[in-house]
Every structure is written in C-alpha cells, then in structure tokens.
C-alpha cells in the first residue's frame, strides 16, 4: 500500500449531522470511506455541515469549514490561511490547493481529505460520536452499493428487512449516470430514479402482484428499460415469494 503524508490535523469543531442530507437520497454526498482503506465493505464517515479544521503546512495555518454549497445537496469547502479566502469549492481538495498555491506562487497539489484528516483514526470516531447507524457500502460485480438506513422484520417477502431500510447506487444506462434510491416504506418496495437532484420515476409494490410505476420523462419507455434492465441483472428484485421470473410482470401496470 502506498504511503501518503500525514498532517497534524486539529478538529476545531465537529459540526453537524443533518437528517435530510446525512440520510436522505443524496446522502451519497456527505459520507466518505477513510482514504486509502481497501476493504470489501467500507464503513463510511460523515462530512458534517459547520465541521472545521485547522492544518499547519509549510509554517502556515489552514482552516477549512464545511458549508452547505448554494443549499444543495452536497457539500462546500472553503480554505482560509494568512488573510486568504478560497471561493466555496465542490472538494476540499480544490479550496486547500487553491488558497496554497496562491500563497506560496506553486503548482503544488493537495489530497484535502488527508488535510482534513480523514485517514485519521481519532477525527474519524469524533465524526463518529453521536451516530447510531453509521452508512457503509460494498461492491456487487461492478456496482457500488450504499446502505443509508437498516431495520429487520419478520416479513420473510421482504428477506426480513424492515421499513426504514434504505440502500443506492448509480447506474450507467445510455451514457447518462442516474441514481436509484431503494426504501421499504408504508408496507411498500420503492425505487425512485434521479437525474441530478431531479426525481423522474418512481417504481413501487403496492401488494404482492401489482406493481405501479410513475415518471416524468416525455418517453416512459425509456425509463422502463432501464429498471427492467436492471431487474435482469438481478440488481432489483420483485418482494413477493410468489413472483414469477418473467420480467414482463414487472410492467403490468403500467
């Protein structure tokens, strides 16, 4: 394994943990597996809004507070140090980097995880402190897979998995990059669709042999390959024990 630097990193404040970010559909955005950690499932830590930290490089100090960027759903960065802001950036990477090189007049580059410390196991458990289910994410084949939310039940059509489980993943389908959002709720299976933060489908099981779906997309039957594409992968699964495996079930309400 590869050797990085290791930076003293103090953790000003520890920031928060938003319910709506932290947990809801793009919660993708605001967790991150410890650099450099190659196991099979990641546990994954928070990157909390008002999080801040004080880095000494080069005899210099650097601060970066996590912001909510332009109230999206992701994160900002933004690096100060010797009277010199960076802008809000989309990664720490780019606010640390942007701020030194101005600085010192260099081309040098910087990992702003590490800065911040994220490879570090006593910033990692501060993160950690006042969570009680902490998200992780493994690989299938070729897909990344990431569980926001977890329950058990005594349904077994539902492999005992309770409302409140939540998972996600991106897929490739035409070129475009689209993320699935999986829940058990209300007694219900739902898959919701997003292209960027726009939800354009909604796949669900309202009982064990009827299925609805619902989009936005001027061509429905675009958003139906997919999902049905993916069901023959195996990557979507029908919650009835009685389902047949014929796919063409799957649209029969459509």
């Not at 709506?20 to 597996?33: C, P, T, Y």
Request: proline share 4%.
């Amino acid at each position: 394994m590869p050797k990085h630097k290791k930076y003293i990193v103090i953790l000003i404040s520890s920031g928060n943990i938003v319910q709506e970010l932290h947990f809801g559909s793009f919660s993708r955005n605001w967790w991150l597996s410890r650099p450099n950690d190659n196991s099979s499932c990641l546990l994954l830590y928070p990157i909390r809004i008002g999080m801040k930290t004080l880095t000494t490089i080069n005899n210099k100090d650097f601060i970066i507070p996590v912001v909510q960027k332009n109230n999206e759903f992701k994160p900002g960065y933004i690096c100060q140090s010797d009277g010199i802001y960076s802008k809000i950036c989309e990664s720490s990477t780019m606010a640390i980097t942007s701020v030194y090189q101005r600085i010192f007049f260099v081309a040098t580059k910087f990992a702003g995880p590490l800065v911040m410390g994220f490879d570090q196991q006593i910033i990692s458990y501060q993160l950690l402190f006042d969570i009680s289910f902490c998200p992780f994410s493994f690989k299938i084949d070729k897909l990344n897979l990431l569980i926001f939310g977890i329950s058990k039940s005594k349904n077994s059509k539902w492999n005992y998995s309770g409302e409140g489980f939540k998972s996600l993943f991106i897929w490739n389908y035409q070129k475009s990059r689209l993320l699935f959002v999986q829940e058990l709720e209300d007694n219900k299976a739902i898959v919701r669709i997003y292209q960027a933060t726009q939800e354009i489908a909604i796949f669900q099981n309202t009982s064990p042999n009827t299925f609805e779906f619902w989009t936005k997309s001027e061509n429905p039957n675009y958003d139906k390959a997919i999902l049905e594409n993916l069901y023959q992968l195996k990557f979507l699964q029908p919650i009835s024990s009685d389902y047949q495996n014929n796919s063409l079930k799957l649209w029969m309400t459509i």
